[in-house]
Each structure stands twice: as C-alpha cells, then as structure tokens.
C-alpha cells in the first residue's frame, strides 16, 4: 500500500522561489576568467539570454513563472507525493517516509523544470540552437525534449563514460531531434585537447562544460543552457519543493527530515529550498541532508574557494566547495553526480552550516536501490539512489530510537536506462571508489587565484 498525494495542475506554482533573497550575506560574485574582476551582465550575453542572466542576480524573492512555462509543465506537473508504507513496513521503522517523485516528467527525471524555462528565454531572443553538456544523459535529453517543443536545434556534449555506459538516453535525444556527441570530441579546440594528452580519458563534466561553451561562444545563432549549478537552475527546480510543502499538509505533516542527492545541487536545490527558507524564518528546525557519491565528495572533502566550472576555464570563476576543475571521478554509474564542484547557493547553504552533507559508496547506493524498488515498485535512478541510503539510513535510526520523524526525499527519476548498473552490482563486479585524498589535494594545487 502507498499513499499517493496529488494537486490540480491549477496548483503549479506561479513563482520560483529564489533563496538569495534570504542570506543574511550576499553570495560571493562570479569572477571573469580573464580579469579576474566580478561578472557583469554584458560578460554574460554571448553565451545566456538577458532573462535568465537577470536571474542569475536578482535578489527578488520570488520569481514569475510564464504562463507559457506553465503550460507545458502541466504535462507532467503537479508531480506526485507518496507515502512510502511498504518501504517503512520492510524496515520496521516508526518513522514516516514520503517522496516526491520526478520520473513522471516525459525525460524521466526533474531536469524538464529547467529545461523548458531555459528554452523558451532563448526561443524568445531568437536564439536558434544551444549547446549543452549532461552527464548520464538525463539534462540532455530533456534539454533535446525542450529544443524540440519550441523549435530550436540542440548539441550535447555527454561525458564519455555516460555515454558508453546508458546509449538509451542518447537515443532519447536523437528521437527528440538533438546530436550528441562523446565528450572529449574531436568537434573543439578543448575537446581535442584533452584527447592529445589522454585518447582514454573517460571524459566528466568539466571537460564536456568546456566543449559546450566552446561552441556557444563560436556560433552566432547559439547559445549555451546548464542543467545544474548555477543560481537561475536552482531556482527554476524550487517547484519542487514548494509543491511537496503542500502536498505533505495535505496529509497533515511536516518533514522533521529532508534529503536530496547532491551533485551539481539543482534538484538537491528544488526539494531543499522552499525548507530552508522555513528554518530560516524560524518557522521549523528540520534537518537538511545532501548526499554525494564517496568518489566525488565535493562537499565532504572539497574547499571552499573560487574555481573554474569547466577544465578549460573558459567559465567564470564561482565560489563553491570544489575538488579542482581539472579533477576526473572515476566512472561510476551516478554520472550526474560525477562533477568537481557544487552549485555555489548549495555551497553557502554548507558553510553557513544551514544544511549538512554526506558521502556514499555506491554498493550501499544499490543495495539500498534494490531495496526501495522492491517494497515501492519503483525503480530509481543511481542518483536518486544516493538519497534513498541515507532516508533507508535515518528510518533505521528511528527504529532503534523508537522516534515517529517524518522523512521527505526527492525521487528525482527512473532508472529504466540505467539497468547496467544494476547488473553490475547483482553480478558483484561493482566497484566502491574512494578518491585518494592525496589525488584531490593533487587537483587542489591549480585552483585559480581571485585576489
């Protein structure tokens, strides 16, 4: 038995919400690569449309939704609550498990809440295509799915052990009309670069970041779109989290806990936001928990510091917890978890000690998979599984303590085209990666210098 909690589409949000509105300090100002001074909006223009630029800075705290954005995410949105009961009768728990759910969304996953936003700022500038990168491939097929609805061209850029490791979602995005490619590609001057010094590399991030601006900033029809990171994606998941505050009083809770894996930090950001605001306001004290892989442990044993977002610092420079923009995580099956650093507001939610974080190996991360998807029928994402260690984690903890805490997740999709990964671990050929401290401090000597 589950409990499934749903909203009419009347109910999406009409705002994002936008937490920088409520920092008692302002974030740290993005830095130009090449004069090491704050970004300005016009540094921006080449590469982002002036909307979502404008966004990427505003202090409002609350943002418009255009009724177009709406309307289509009423494809898919309110997405669904659910009470978790089977899971919490195989555990035994006396807590209560809830999740959200974002594998409803037509990609499969929550990146569509950007996606589409992001599109139609461009579409309405005239930009006729945008380049993007993705990791496992859920940004970019819902970049391709949002391309395709407003009529523009889409290149991804996906990190070359992804794309070895799931062909599915790059078959996504040639259906829904996009190229994608295999990061390194011999398609830039970066991408061939990286080739040169290492023709094995399994790709990451950082590297296909840099291929993706690349292109953005040689094109003069393009223009380049994000899937996590930065301020203006973090605020368009906030849908998330302020629908799940409206479903949970529907059922008459509050979340004492609420979890979200964390990689680049948008969809940790989406079901997060809304909740921090009301510890902020003093209105609850429930505790905020960010999960990353053990083998790239941006908050867990990054610094905190100005750092490129891409290998080739063609980006500016942001402050956040960083490995090092020249870090390369091992190929694990979360690949959108597989990035240097985090998404600076998730950033300084850590350092103002707003939030907590932790790391995970990725056995645990399946075993925890198998699980949930056993007791819920759902079969979820490796990145949606880090989260369901820890809530698996905490109810235990709540069975040998006997407390009733209400735990909220974000279920951030299926994991139909990740089944490989299952495979893996039901055989036993899985491996934990925990990268070398002293491979990170390695990568933690270029970091660039702001003065």
């Known amino acids: 038995m589950k409990t499934k909690i749903i909203l009419d589409e009347n109910e999406i949000p009409k705002k994002w919400y936008n937490i920088q509105a409520d920092f008692e300090t302002p974030l740290s100002p993005p830095m130009h690569p090449q004069t090491g001074k704050p970004v300005g909006p016009s540094d921006l223009e080449p590469i982002f449309p002036k909307e979502l630029i404008r966004q990427e800075m505003c202090q409002d705290r609350y943002v418009d939704i255009p009724g177009e954005v709406r309307d289509i995410l009423t494809l898919w949105r309110p997405s669904p609550l659910f009470r978790a009961h089977n899971l ?83 078959m996504m995005m040639q259906v829904w009309g996009a190229e994608c490619v295999p990061s390194p590609s011999p398609d830039t001057n970066s991408g061939r670069a990286i080739l040169a010094k290492d023709p094995n590399t399994p790709g990451s991030l950082g590297i ?104 080739a610092g063609l980006t500016p420079m942001l402050k956040m917890f960083t490995l090092g923009h020249d870090f390369i995580p091992p190929s694990i099956h979360a690949g959108g978890l597989r990035y240097h650093g985090m998404a600076p507001l998730v950033s300084k939610l850590h350092a103002d000690n707003l939030i907590t974080a932790t790391s995970v190996h990725q056995n645990r991360v399946f075993e925890a998979a198998a699980t949930f998807a056993r007791a819920e029928g759902i079969i979820p994402a490796p990145e949606a599984a880090h989260a369901i260690r820890v809530v698996i984690d905490k109810a235990l903890e709540c069975k040998q303590t006997g407390e009733e805490k209400t735990i909220l997740f974000n279920n951030t999709g299926h994991g139909h085209f990740d089944l490989s990964s299952y495979e893996a671990y039901f055989a036993g050929t899985l491996p934990d990666y925990e990268y070398p401290a002293d491979l990170i401090a390695e990568s933690l000597k270029n970091l660039p210098h702001v003065a």
């Open 88 to 170: 919490e009768r195989v555990l035994k728990t006396p807590a209560k498990i809830y999740y959200k759910y974002e594998g409803v969304s037509p990609p499969g996953s929550h990146k569509p809440n950007t996606a589409i936003a992001q599109t139609y700022y461009n579409m309405k500038e005239g930009i006729e295509r945008i380049a993007t990168e993705t990791g496992a491939g859920q940004w970019g097929s819902s970049l391709a799915f949002a391309t395709q609805l407003f009529g523009l061209e889409c290149k991804v850029y996906m990190v070359r052990g992804s794309y070895d490791q799931k062909p599915y979602r790059k």
């Open 208 to 311: 296909a970041i840099s291929e993706a601006v690349e292109d953005a900033a040689t094109h003069d029809n393009t223009n380049y779109a994000l899937g996590s990171v930065l301020n203006h994606v973090c605020l368009h998941q906030t849908i998330i989290g302020q629908e799940a505050q409206k479903q949970l009083a529907m059922d008459e809770a509050t979340a004492d806990i609420v979890i979200g894996s964390a990689g680049g930090g948008s969809n940790f950001a989406g079901i997060a936001f809304p909740f921090v605001k009301d510890n902020i306001d003093k209105k609850t004290e429930t505790e905020i928990i960010a999960v990353e892989p053990a083998a790239c442990p941006s908050l867990t044993k990054g610094l905190y510091v100005y750092d490129f977002g891409d290998v």
